[in-house]
């Protein structure tokens, strides 16, 4: 949701949504534990990305989801809570 959100494609309360996880008992906000660059490391090894591209899938809306590209700016800035 925060990675649809930098890019413009909706705009998600992620506060609410973050409550709502943890009202159910999930962890949220675990990569703060993580080394960023280790984590965006092993993003470049996931199934959906191509040649070094980290490729996700993105929630611009309820039951839309959508893969795309995303540049590794994006998601260091989404990590540090940019």
Known sequence: MKVSNALQLSAW??????KWLKDLGYPV?????????ELIETMKKDKKSS???????LLPETGKPMIAAVEEKVIQNVLADK
């Open 29 to 37: 906000n675990k990569h703060k534990d993580l080394s960023h660059k």
């Open 51 to 57: 040649k070094g591209q980290i490729r996700m899938v």
């Open 13 to 18: 309360d992620v506060e609410s949504e973050e």
